[in-house]
């Protein structure tokens, strides 16, 4: 479903990625690990086509999508949460929310099912971004992305830096979104036990390059000391 063949990406003249081949199939759900700095959100904007550059092939749904523009790829129905979420601080919730619905090829306002995965957000609705608390940020940062009507949704740390029982709800939500309503899911993830839980499968990067891949069963805890222990 989404597929990258020999990718390099490009900061500049700085080469952050180099020779990913990765493949996801629909419906799958795809842990990308490692360690600060190795690669893992420059991935993601590859994808998006946020990059200065990159080399090789992204194919969605077998068409090459190297050439489309960012709100192409998004319209094709690739939705991404950033790190750091992204919240328009100014913009209340409801405005954040239309956001997404932009990206999608057939916008359907703010559907309704969105806001039942996140029910704060309903009372919400009217207050600035930036008055919510970090997890209530990044539960909106996920309802933007989704009203965009996303085939694969890619999801870089969206756990990182929020307190332990939201996390919970947020695990539980991306859990839902792959097993319940179908969508193929790219986790970056410094959470091994929660990427174990929920993915089919993983990948390790270390300094640009994919350096282990496969089902997660074969996530093992030696791959985890050597590409991931500080
Ligand atoms: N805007 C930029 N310009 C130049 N180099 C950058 C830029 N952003 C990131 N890099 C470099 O690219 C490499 C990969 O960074 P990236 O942010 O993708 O890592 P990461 O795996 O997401 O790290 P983290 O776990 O800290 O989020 C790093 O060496 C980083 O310093
Ligand atoms: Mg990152």
Same mark, same amino acid.
């Given at each position: 479903m989404l597929e990258l063949a020999d990718v390099d990406a490009f900061y500049g003249n700085s080469?952050?990625?180099? !020779?990913i081949n990765l493949k996801v199939g629909a419906g799958e759900f795809l842990s990308v690990l490692g360690r600060n700095g190795v690669g893992k959100t420059t991935l993601m904007r590859s994808i998006l086509g946020l990059m200065d550059r990159v080399t090789g092939r992204l194919a969605l749904d077998g068409s090459? %999508?190297?050439?489309?523009?960012t709100y192409q790829r998004a319209k094709a129905g690739i939705a991404y949460v950033p790190q750091g979420r992204? %919240?328009?601080?100014?913009?209340t919730v409801r405005e954040n929310l239309m956001l997404g619905t932009f990206?999608?090829?057939a916008p359907d306002g703010i559907e309704e099912w969105v806001i039942d995965l996140f029910p704060v957000l309903k009372d919400f609705l009217?207050?600035? !971004? !930036?008055?919510?608390?970090g997890g209530q940020q990044q539960q909106l940062a996920i309802a933007r992305a989704l009203l965009a009507q996303p085939k694969v949704i890619l999801l870089d740390e969206p756990t990182e830096g929020i307190q332990p029982n939201i996390v919970e709800q947020i695990e539980d939500v991306i859990t839902r979104l792959n097993r319940e309503h179908g969508i193929t899911v790219v986790l970056v993830e410094q959470n091994v036990a929660f990427a174990r839980r929920a993915s089919h499968r993983f990948a390790l990067l270390e300094k640009g390059r994919v350096v282990a891949k496969g089902? %997660?069963?074969?996530?093992?805890d030696d791959l985890i000391q050597r590409h991931m222990a500080v």
């Open positions: 080469r952050a990625l180099q !020779g090459d %999508i190297s050439a489309l523009r992204g %919240i328009l601080p100014r913009f990206a999608a090829k009217n207050r600035y !971004g !930036g008055n919510l608390s089902a %997660i069963a074969e996530l093992t």
